[in-house]
């Protein structure tokens, strides 16, 4: 069955500490991969998808095919990177626009 | 430029009833996306227009039904509201073959 998975319900971390949020998934060929961030009381919005390779806030994503992961990033985390997190592959039928598949979430919390 | 808008923000619905929420895509997207999102839950895919069509539909029963006009803004209708339809609706708009922009939401409530 094809499945995205963010293990981590939660995650805290202190202000400069590196962060990781994890997402694996489970499909048939390779989609196009994105994470999604909503901070408090504003709307989801696009943090970054895997084939611009940017890096947006600090964050970088590296799409490992090997272990069908999607990991997200930061060296030293800030306080105002608390926010949920999404990863969502984009499993969209050919020729039709983008089709997100989102994870469960990961509520990120950076403490002072 | 608005972004993406949805009215209304917050719906009280009876079960059995049925409901319509309403989507103004960014300006110069074509494309609109429907999404669930549950308490505690990601986005759910419901479907998507393009054209005034819909064009890619998730797991969600034909109770859920929408409709796009010549201006892109959308609608979608929910027939015959459960208890278990009580989500945040979200509605995502983009020019074909982009990324998604999502809206605030409706707060759906059904009692």
């Known amino acids: 069955a094809q499945r995205v998975t963010q293990p981590e319900k939660l995650l805290s971390v202190f202000k400069g500490a590196p962060v990781e949020l994890k997402c694996n998934y489970s499909?048939?060929?390779?989609?196009?991969l994105f994470w999604y961030v909503q901070y408090s009381r504003q709307r989801l919005q696009l943090l970054l998808r895997?084939?611009s390779r940017e890096s947006i806030k600090g964050f970088t994503a590296d799409l490992n095919k090997g272990e069908t992961s999607f990991h997200l990033k930061k060296p030293f985390a800030q306080e105002e990177d608390s926010a949920m997190y999404y990863c969502?592959?984009?499993?969209?039928?050919?020729?039709?626009?983008?089709?997100?598949?989102f994870g469960k979430g990961t509520l990120l919390t950076v403490n002072p | 430029d608005a972004g993406v808008t949805q009215s209304p923000t917050h719906l009280i619905k009876t079960r059995g009833q049925q409901v319509t929420l309403r989507c103004s895509p960014k300006?110069?997207?074509?494309?609109v996306s429907w999404y669930q999102q549950a308490l505690g839950q990601g986005p759910q895919f419901i479907f998507q227009?393009?054209?005034?069509?819909?064009?890619q539909r998730g797991n969600f029963p034909d109770r859920f039904s929408g409709h796009q006009f010549p201006n892109y803004s959308s609608e979608l209708n929910v027939n015959a509201l459960l208890l278990g339809d009580s989500a945040l609706y979200l509605c995502?708009?983009?020019?074909?073959?982009?990324?998604?922009?999502f809206g605030n939401g409706t707060r759906l409530t059904v009692t």
């Open positions: 995502a708009s983009s020019p074909h073959g982009a990324p998604l922009h």
């Open positions: 499909y048939s060929g390779s989609p196009e």
């Open positions: 895997h084939i």
């Open positions: 969502a592959p984009d499993l969209r039928s050919r020729g039709s626009n983008y089709k997100l598949t």
């Open positions: 300006s110069g997207h074509d494309t």
């Open positions: 227009y393009y054209e005034e069509e819909e064009r």
